[in-house]
């Protein structure tokens, strides 16, 4: 029984670490799709810009924000790119298919899966390019 508790300890620890990274770097991710987002609105407003050229900014900054969120975490870590950029690419989709469902209302449909993919790909790239970037060594 005693084995079991050192068992279940350990492998909280092992989420635990992970866990963290993942959370704070979709958090991260979040502001910056949340900051591009309130800024290309800010230029939409002041100048005449067809209703076209938002659906791509929005794109645009979705795809900036999950690229932001598998990077973050996968560079601190220097470990499991691919897992970390899953990971936080499916928590930015839930959180933006919740909140959008909760503002537009709406289901699941066909478009889901494609959204899903806009926002887990780039994600996953920025973690595999987040455990491959060097740091700077002063001399």
Not at 78 to 89: A, D, F, R, T, Y
Request: charged residues 10%; proline residues 2%.
């Amino acid at each position: 029984m005693n084995n079991s508790y050192v068992l279940a300890v350990k492998h909280d620890r092992s989420v635990s670490k992970y866990l963290k990274p993942v959370l704070m770097g979709s958090l991260a991710g979040m502001a910056l799709t949340l900051f591009i987002l309130l800024a290309a609105s800010l230029i939409l407003s002041s100048r005449y810009i067809s209703g076209g050229a938002a659906v791509i900014v929005s794109h645009g900054a979705v795809a900036a924000g999950s690229l932001a969120a598998g990077c973050i975490p996968a560079f601190a870590l220097k470990e499991k790119g691919l897992v970390i950029g899953i990971s936080c690419g499916v928590l930015l989709y839930f959180v933006f298919f919740l909140l959008g469902a909760a503002i537009v209302g709406g289901g699941i449909g066909g478009g889901a899966l494609i959204k899903l993919g806009a926002i887990v790909v780039p994600a996953v790239f920025g973690g595999i390019l987040g455990v491959n970037f060097k740091r700077k060594r002063k001399a």
